[in-house]
């Protein structure tokens, strides 16, 4: 089995790791791009890094972002020097931002760096950025447009959030690898992780063409819900999807995928918003969606992986 | 009393601190940068780093580079990441590099930068870079042109130079601060502290302008000698001297800053070569040169302003 699954940061990471577990080489994972930011020099993908970072075994769980055990002698230097402090960077995390930063400046591509990156932290699944080309979320606050990670790290997500923005969407280009990477003769199952619905999954999906050439080139779509009894797990999910005008429930995510999903998984604490077979919309399935261990990651992504299979035996009747 | 000294690296760094010590805010260093060189996207000024880490009584004193109690995270995991080994950067260190690189990037100057860094790091003395323009060492090995790092670090001054070349200072300017910093009103001394003559000092005096000017605002000039008893205490001065032709002693340095200075220190090992008071050319005094302890560094530093004192009031007579 061949699958794509699509990610952003914590809740995405971990279930593209628990599909790794059990997929290897087999899985690739498209990232979102569109949080990247540069940041006393470096091009920081703070997206990829999780999702690099988790597969690779060397996650932070505590914070969500950057490694574990990590030590903070350059962040307390940056500080001693007068730099700004409000991101943190630890001192082996910078060495992944350094290097980034110096192959892009050499005009390698964000693609194959993260490839090369991968490979040296022993990856065997593929990670992609959804695009090579410059994408920047912006939300719209008071009026007032905030990049990103102002608004997610330093002002801790409080503003609230009128519009959603994704700056040079218009004109990125899918990851050209996505088409190499993958066998188009042989069946392609995709996940879309829970991640961000609006922030870390839409921006992948309006990278112009690639929304149309999921729905061709995937036999079956399954999207996990990162919304688990109105709340999300980590984030501002809930609280943006309020702010925006929407009721924060698993229904509601489900509703936004609409036209691009065959399945959808909610936690078994949304158990009422399950469907039977043959209902109309996408068919509805509870499970366990919390993942507070690595078997947890593993054991909810061979269940999203049977369900794409029964769905699959159903396209195919 | 106003002081001009001019520096590269270690040997250089420890008479300035010593010179710091006595004249505070007095003290004016203009610093080589011929050595800078980008490395992992960095912009490193090793002279610059090595000067202000000295004065800020940060430096590692083991090395005569880098930090004190430093620590390498960044560094394995640049390892670990693939990436290039062999020049090693602490990880307090890289926070400087990264801070100076992006504001470079963001067209501040590197006398600006440098102000920034040593107020920050509490330095009473202003440190020059001895000029805003990019300037860079190349030494001739084998007939094969080598960037200076390439030919210090990496491959240890191992090979032979035939030849050393400053790339750009032709059309480098000296430092606009030199003028706007110095009271060129009150007397001025000029201390030529005891760095490598071709690598360190002569990039400094051949920015076109900036020997001139040295004579015309200096009331005295005094150089302190690099090479002791034939060798030098750090570095390949010694060796290159005799790879280019010359006899690695103080008299043959001596004899390079001839037309410049005014007087000449050498270390009491070499006392025969000292002058009597009204023999032709510069002046000869010997002390103790060797720099083992901070009391060293403040007590020539002491010893080189008394003689440039006596120097001082015979120029006057």
């Not at 350059?74 to 992944?96: C, H, K, N, Y």
């Not at 499970?287 to 195919?316: G, N, P, W, Y």
Request: aromatic share 6%; charged share 20%; glycine share 8%.
């Amino acid at each position: 089995m061949q699958v794509l699954a699509l990610a952003g940061g914590v809740g995405g990471a971990k279930l593209a790791a628990g599909l790794a577990n059990l997929l290897g080489e087999r899985l690739t994972v498209v990232v979102n791009t569109a949080d990247d930011f540069e940041h006393l020099g470096f091009h920081i993908s703070p997206d990829l890094d999780t999702v690099t970072y988790t597969l690779a075994g060397i996650a932070n769980p505590a914070t969500g972002w950057g490694l574990a055990d990590e030590s903070w002698q350059f962040m307390s230097q940056i500080e001693r020097l007068g730099g700004p402090t409000w991101f943190s960077l630890g001192d082996r995390d910078v060495a992944l931002h350094a290097m980034r930063t110096n192959k892009l400046r050499n005009k390698e591509t964000l693609s194959s760096i993260t490839s090369t990156i991968s490979r040296s932290l022993g990856i065997q699944a593929t990670i992609l950025p959804m695009t090579d080309d410059c994408v920047q979320t912006f939300v719209r606050c008071d009026g007032q447009l905030l990049a990103f990670q102002e608004y997610f790290v330093r002002k801790k997500c409080e503003p609230i959030v009128s519009e959603i923005i994704f700056k040079g969407i218009e004109t990125a280009q899918p990851n050209s690898e996505l088409t190499t990477q993958l066998d188009l003769n042989r069946p392609i199952t995709t996940i879309i992780c829970p991640s961000n619905p609006y922030l870390s999954i839409d921006p992948i999906l309006a990278v112009p063409g690639m929304r149309d050439w999921l729905i061709e080139v995937s036999d079956v779509i399954v999207a996990v819900s990162p919304i688990v009894a109105g709340s999300a797990i980590k984030g501002p999910a809930a609280k943006i999807m309020s702010e925006i005008g929407l009721e924060p429930s698993a229904a509601t995510v489900c509703k936004h995928y609409e036209g691009l999903i065959d399945g959808f998984v909610v936690d078994s604490l949304d158990e009422s918003i399950t469907t039977s077979v043959g209902a109309p919309g996408p068919a509805i399935v509870a499970l366990q969606t919390i993942m507070r261990s690595e078997a947890d990651r593993t054991e909810l992504a061979k269940e999203c992986l049977a369900f794409a299979e029964r769905l699959l035996v159903k396209v195919q009747q």
